[in-house]
């Protein structure tokens, strides 16, 4: 079946470090790629997509590309702020519709 | 914006007892679905929902009912609560053949 997997966490960093958070999928088909963040005391929110290969998603500072050959969408950000503290969860979408998780990636920032 | 609000954001209950959690979303999403996270296992899917009174096992349902009747409501009930079903539970929607879901705050579950 589909999964996904993603970097254990936690990640701690100080704020204005870059971060890279890895994650690798197996899908059949030709998935759509999401990472969405849940910071503390909310549910999940989008953060960016991407549903073709070679496609870059961007939000607030954060990008993930679509890489097929290496079935990877890891997710990057230059210089990362307290404020950015969240959970992050890569998501596949397959083409029937059936979304499967990640198991999260907790990232700490600290002043 | 798409609201999804969850009838309550903290909830403690007896083992035993009939737990029903209630997810509302104003948007006139076609698709609801109630997920459950625990540390370390992400989210897995409970039950969906594509349509009114419509309804589909995810891949935990197992001591879980839920309940569509009208399109903007979906519960999830517990029949018998037991202490390996406290989690988190999240609600979320969908449009139509779309991909993005909208989730709701969460309603933290503890059974004792």
């Known amino acids: 079946g589909d999964s996904v997997t993603q970097m254990e966490g936690p990640v701690t960093l100080s704020e204005e470090a870059f971060l890279t958070i890895n994650c690798t999928y197996t899908a059949t088909g030709y998935p759509s790629l999401f990472w969405y963040v849940q910071y503390p005391g909310e549910g999940l929110q989008l953060l960016l997509k991407a549903t073709k290969a070679d496609d870059k998603g961007s939000n607030k500072g954060f990008e993930a590309t679509y890489r097929k050959e290496t079935t990877s969408f890891h997710l990057e950000k230059g210089s990362v702020q307290v404020s950015d503290s969240a959970v992050y969860f890569c998501v596949v979408v397959t083409n029937a519709g059936k979304s499967t998780f990640g198991d999260g990636t907790t990232l700490t920032v600290k002043p | ?96 053949t779309t991909y993005e879901q909208y989730f709701g705050p969460g309603t933290r579950l503890t059974v004792t």
């Open chain 2, 1 to 96: 914006d798409v609201k999804v609000t969850q009838s309550s954001r903290y909830l403690v209950k007896r083992t035993g007892e009939k737990v029903f959690l209630e997810c509302v979303q104003d948007m006139d999403h076609e698709n609801m679905f109630w997920y459950r996270q625990d540390p370390g296992l992400g989210l897995r899917l409970i039950y969906f929902s594509y349509d009114v009174k419509m309804k589909e096992k995810g891949d935990i349902p197992e001591g879980y009912s839920v309940s569509r009747e009208k399109k903007e409501r979906f519960s999830l009930i517990l029949e018998s609560a037991s202490t390996n079903q406290t989690s988190m539970y999240l609600c979320a929607t969908k449009y139509g």
